[in-house]
Structure formats: C-alpha cells, structure tokens
C-alpha cells in the first residue's frame, strides 16, 4: 500500500510474513558469520564465543548503542575471538589443570 512514508506492507499478509522471515535470517546472519570466522581461525572452541560475539556486536544494546555494528563489527569480533580462543589453546597448562 503506498502511503507518505513510502510502501506499506499491511499486517496479516503474506509478504509481512515473508519480510519477518528474512528480518530473522539477517538478524541469525552476522552472529555466524562471526562464529565461523572465528572458528576458521582456532577451531571449535572458539565457534560458540564468536557467536556470542557476533551476536553483541549485531544488538548495539549491549554497549549502549542504538544500532548495532552489522557485518563489518561482526568480522571484528570473529577476528578477535578466534585469535584469543587461539592464544589461550596454545598455553601449556599444569597437567592438574587440564580438562
């Protein structure tokens, strides 16, 4: 429906449920897209914290923003992740210690 503010999708319709689908799909994209670059970088240790990471830098309203970083912040947290998941695998622990 056009109104001033440009196209209106009426609520109830089919192509509302198909614009809440893809609402999701890119709101699930940039967390894992995060959670497999860090996972490319230090395996599978680091896959669950680079989607958590992906996943606050997506919000914004973890750090107070009213928007969120999206892919390039995404990219960031998948880089930082996976390069400290690496780090801390690489340290040698105490054999008392070790899982």
Avoid: C
Wanted: aromatic letters at 14%.
């Amino acid at each position: 429906q056009p109104s001033e503010a440009g196209m209106a999708i009426p609520e109830g319709s089919m192509w509302n449920q198909i614009l809440n689908v893809g609402v999701v799909a890119f709101t699930l994209m940039i967390p894992i897209l995060a959670g497999y670059i860090a996972y490319a970088i230090a395996d599978r240790p680091a896959l669950a914290p680079g989607l958590i990471g992906g996943w606050i830098a997506n919000n914004g309203s973890f750090y107070g923003a009213d928007a969120g970083t999206g892919f390039i912040g995404a990219i960031i947290a998948g880089l930082l992740v996976g390069y400290f998941v690496k780090w801390i695998t690489s340290i040698n622990y105490h054999k008392f210690i070790q899982p």
